[in-house]
T-cell receptor
């Protein structure tokens, strides 16, 4: 069974631009969560989608948004990029929206660099 | 608000040594605890998930224990190898959904 895939793996953008990242969950998984990882803040939760609905949102500004499609694939968008948005963005999928019973599986991440 | 702490932040050991990584959490009302491994610049690999009703979980040379009452979990690595060098993270989910709260991680280096 294929794992979680994320595209692109690397991105270089300049301040003020916008970017879209993509995540394809493991087949059969309907929950997709996004995390931002930086050296200073560690892993921080962005949002979670289940059956095309945002179920949970972290403490990030409105420049960060996402969506989920009917095939469970998810995209996240960051508008008006800032230098501080440089990070590794990780996507995780799970069989169920609640991780109280099921393991979350992470993708390889997208490394975003904002110049 | 749940807080997760990992000690030590970094650990360097010779090959073959048995070692213990520690994880503590402030809210003991957890459903499970998950241990991950992260290689530099890569994503997270799930190692073990311990349900709150379990005391231990084993996978190969890895053994994780959970003590909810004291808010602690340990990851025991037996007979460490250079390939075990990575950052190890523990995480607990919030009670109402999928959001995971992570510790800062322990960076492990196993020297040949």
């Amino acid at each position: 069974k294929a794992g979680v895939t994320q595209t692109p793996r690397y991105l270089i953008k300049t301040r003020g631009q916008q970017v879209t990242l993509s995540c394809s969950p493991i087949s059969g998984h309907r929950s997709v969560s996004w995390y931002q990882q930086t050296p200073g803040q560690g892993l921080q939760f962005l949002f979670e989608y289940f059956s095309e609905t945002q179920r949970n949102k972290g403490n990030f500004p409105g420049r960060f948004s996402g969506r989920q499609f009917s095939n469970s694939r998810s995209e996240m968008n960051v508008s008006t990029l800032e230098l501080g948005d440089s990070a590794l963005y990780l996507c995780a999928s799970s069989r169920d929206r609640s991780s109280v019973r099921y393991t979350q599986y992470f993708g390889p991440g997208t490394r975003l660099t904002v110049l | 608000k749940q807080e997760v702490t990992q000690i030590p932040a970094a650990l360097s050991v010779p090959e073959g040594e048995n070692l213990v990584l520690n994880c503590s959490f402030t809210d003991s009302a957890i459903y499970n605890l998950q241990w991950f491994r992260q290689d530099p610049g890569k994503g997270l690999t799930s190692l073990l998930l311990i349900q709150s009703s379990q005391r231990e979980q084993t996978s190969g040379r890895l053994n994780a224990s959970l003590d909810k009452s004291s808010g602690r979990s340990t990851l025991y690595i037996a007979a460490s190898q250079p390939g075990d060098s990575a950052t190890y993270l523990c995480a607990v989910p919030e009670t109402s959904g999928s959001r995971l709260t992570f510790g800062e991680g322990t960076q492990l280096t196993v020297n040949p």
